[in-house]
Nanobody, 121 residues
Framework: QVELVESGGDLVQAGGSLRLSCLVSKTIFADNAVGWFRQAPGKERELVAA???????SVVPSVKERFTISRDNAKNTVSLQMNNLKVEDTAVYSC???????????????WGRGTEVTVLA
């Protein structure tokens, strides 16, 4: 039972890149927006990016120039491409699925367990 499974987290040097993937169960993927959140140690979880069922993407201003969200309908996957990573990007990244507005409000119906990203200075 897949539901949402994240992958791609790793240890990386500042300035490097990572591509995170969120594999979503087919039935959930077809009808729901998907979003990426992150939670750094000692901080609250925050929205990073979200994408609608028809590919409309939103990325928060703080990472907009470095992060890109995309959706592969053939693979039931939503990816988060992260470039020029900074130490402050260190966090556990999780994906969630639901209506677009629920995703933005951290109220998605489905959540993955997260994948850890550590950026070294």
């Amino acid at each position: 039972q897949v539901e949402l499974v994240e992958s791609g987290g790793d240890l990386v040097q500042a300035g490097g890149s990572l591509r995170l993937s969120c594999l979503v169960s087919k039935t959930i993927f077809a009808d729901n927006a998907v979003g990426w959140f992150r939670q750094a140690p000692g901080k609250e979880r925050e929205l990073v990016a979200a994408i609608t069922t028809d590919g409309g993407a939103s990325v928060v201003p703080s990472v907009k120039e470095r992060f890109t969200i995309s959706r592969d309908n053939a693979k039931n996957t939503v990816s988060l491409q992260m470039n020029n990573l900074k130490v402050e990007d260190t966090a556990v990244y999780s994906c969630t699925a639901g209506t677009f507005w629920a995703v933005l409000e951290q109220a998605g119906d489905y959540w993955g367990r997260g994948t850890e990203v550590t950026v070294l200075a």
